[in-house]
């Protein structure tokens, strides 16, 4: 491949990106390995910053390839600054038996076992995927909502949020009592942590005695928009928010955001973990949930919920955020 080296040996970014194209139209995956390791072997050996053209080339690999080829570039390093991580990448377009043989033992491989779960296939009588990457059942639970997963194309991706009620203005009341809650306040902060430490985002929670209006008070609002919601449409805002990175985030996977869910009716409800999947639905079926927003939002990603103990007479709030810099182009599209 005369070219490839030229390519390589000129730094030319722009057309090593193209051959991958090329090569990926005619099913080269082995070509595509090669121009990988030579885009890495000219950064190890003379500086040239071919990085992105050989990271492009494992994500057009997982995405495209047959199982051999997709499965050898799936770990947990990889796809560093892809659209998503890469054990995702591959669970979005390959079914688990044309993978299980070809991903490499490590963590990643089990994560991409559960983002085939997330897609509606049952592994739980796989017994290849190690159980303690994510301690949570390898098939959905009926009372389980159809949480929202990653669409993942050559030069985009779409990563679209749970459909929500239309929220309704309401003055809130006085704030509620804060609690010492630190358990359930870091599980309500983690599901926003890709926003407010990678990116441009901010996130807030906050433990009250009361109802989840005095909750959201006790964040800073006089007024909000909110809604009551199903607990399962409630796991799944969660697993939305928890698994996406944001404007400039890097994303953790749906599958990581089913486990957030899990983890948080788990602390919310002191549900012993790991916990029996009828025990943490008949705990989230006892909360009662509702999305809310400030009056004062108006673009970017919003998770922000508000879930009610009725029974402990207590309550949760977390406020999540994040949007693009004003002076990001893309702030203005």
Known sequence: MSSLSEAVAAGDLDALIRMVDGLCSSRDWDGIVELRDRCRHALEQRGLQLWPAAEYAEYRLALEAPGPHA???????????????????????????????????????????????????????????????????????????????????????????????????????SPGATVDDDESIEALLDIGAVWARQSNGRAAAVAVEGGAAAAVAALGHA????????PDLGLAVVGWVAASGGAYGRR?????????????????????????????????????????????????????????????????????????????????D
């Open 71 to 173: 499965g050898a570039v799936v770990d947990e390093e990889a796809g560093r600054f892809a659209l998503g991580p890469l054990w995702e990448v591959a669970g979005s377009t390959h079914v688990w038996s044309e993978l299980r043989d070809h991903l490499p033992i490590g963590p990643a491989r089990a994560l991409c076992a559960h983002d085939r779960v997330m897609r509606g296939e049952d592994l739980s009588s796989d017994d290849s995927i190690d159980p303690h990457v994510l301690e949570i059942p390898r098939r959905l639970e009926p009372w389980e909502p159809r949480y929202p997963v990653a669409v993942y194309r050559a030069d985009e991706a779409d990563f679209t949020a749970p459909e929500l009620p239309p929220l309704t203005e309401r003055e809130l009341p």
């Open 223 to 230: 007024a909000c928009r909110m809604a009551p919601i199903e």
């Open 252 to 332: 953790r996977g749906s599958a990581m955001g089913r486990f957030a869910a899990w983890w948080l009716v788990t602390t919310l409800t002191d549900v012993g973990w790991p916990a029996s999947p009828d025990e943490v639905g008949a705990a989230a079926s006892r909360l009662s949930w509702r999305v809310w927003e400030p009056l004062d939002h108006v673009a970017g990603w919003s998770g922000c919920l508000a879930i009610e103990s009725p029974q402990d007479g207590l309550s949760w709030a977390l406020e999540a955020f994040d949007s693009y810099r004003e002076d990001d182009e893309l702030a203005t």
